[in-house]
T-cell receptor, first 111, second 117 residues
């Protein structure tokens, strides 16, 4: 059983559309990070959310942490081809030095 | 943000040989680094946690005698794939945790593409 369920696994949309990616768990996380990875490169940290109910915005990207700190979402407004990549959520749990990664969402934005 | 480098970016080796991959934190000291393996279009699979000055902690199913990890300084960790076989071909990525960050953020290197022929 995957500790951090990420959905959808694949998403292919047209430029200008909106989309939401979800990460869900039955476990509580002390913090949750979102990363974007482009082919052949390492993941790049986009944001960290820490407080239950927290909302952070990064240009057209909106990140939300659930009130109970068990889930998170990433919403992209008016997607652009440059948003194409693998989006990964990763959670930190109390007492663990490692991050728990979701399986990732492969996003393809076509012109 | 914190910068992590990885060398080489790609390597091709013959079956039976060993390959060393270096991971460096460039603008911070990392007491903890991590090594991941990634298959095409999949998420990251944690192989081991590299601790400066002590033995690495390997995840279940990862052969510690095959994947040797050395964290000799606060800015350098190395992964050596010993007696490499074609099934070891993969994308290997390291990350480092900046102790100045309190929320367990990891900063990733650009990855190393290993091809074993």
């Amino acid at each position: 059983t995957q500790l951090l369920e990420q959905s959808p696994q694949f998403l292919s949309i047209q430029e200008g559309e909106n989309l939401t990616v979800y990460c869900n768990s039955s476990s509580v996380f002390s913090s949750l990070q979102w990363y974007r990875q482009e082919p052949g490169e390492g993941p790049v940290l986009l944001v960290t959310v820490v407080t239950g109910g927290e909302v952070k915005k990064l240009k057209r990207l909106t990140f939300q942490f659930g009130d109970a700190r068990k889930d998170s979402s990433l919403h992209i407004t008016a997607a652009q081809p440059g948003d194409t990549g693998l989006y990964l959520c990763a959670g930190a749990r109390e007492g663990y030095s490692t991050l728990t990664f979701g399986k990732g969402t492969m996003l393809l934005v076509s012109p | 943000g914190a910068v992590v480098s990885q060398h080489p970016s790609w390597v091709i080796c013959k079956s039976g040989t060993s390959v060393k991959i270096e991971c460096r934190s460039l603008d911070f000291q990392a007491t903890t680094m991590f090594w991941y393996r990634q298959f095409p279009k999949q998420s990251l699979m944690l192989m081991a946690t590299s601790n400066e000055g002590s033995k690495a902690t390997y995840e279940q199913g990862v052969e510690k005698d095959k994947f040797l990890i050395n964290h000799a300084s606060l800015t350098l960790s190395t992964l050596t794939v010993t007696s490499a076989h074609p099934e070891d071909s993969s994308f290997y990525i390291c990350s480092a945790r900046d102790p100045g960050q309190v929320n367990y953020e990891q900063y990733f290197g650009p990855g190393t593409r290993l091809t074993v022929t």
